[in-house]
């Protein structure tokens, strides 16, 4: 009987799975809602591709958002 050896697949996935809505991306990851769901259909390079954009991604979804918590939250400022 042959053992079924499990494919490693590199993904950026750190299990922080919320979409944001104004952007579609993850927080997470930055990848798409379609991007997740076809992942491990990609190709290696298509997902090598996608990887170069994320950091780019989830860093232009910190700068959009504003901290409402704290003082300024509670202020209502």
Not at 31 to 41: F, N, S
Not at 47 to 72: C, N, W, Y
Request: proline fraction near 6%.
């Amino acid at each position: 009987m042959n053992a079924v050896i499990p494919l490693e697949i590199e993904t950026p996935c750190i299990k922080v799975c919320v979409v944001d809505p104004e952007t579609g991306f993850c927080i997470g990851c930055g990848r798409t809602r379609d991007e997740i769901a076809g992942w491990l259909d990609y190709r290696p390079s298509e997902r090598h591709q996608i990887m170069q954009t994320l950091p780019e991604r989830v860093a232009t979804l910190t700068l959009r958002k504003r901290r409402k918590g704290g003082r300024r939250g509670r202020l209502g400022e």
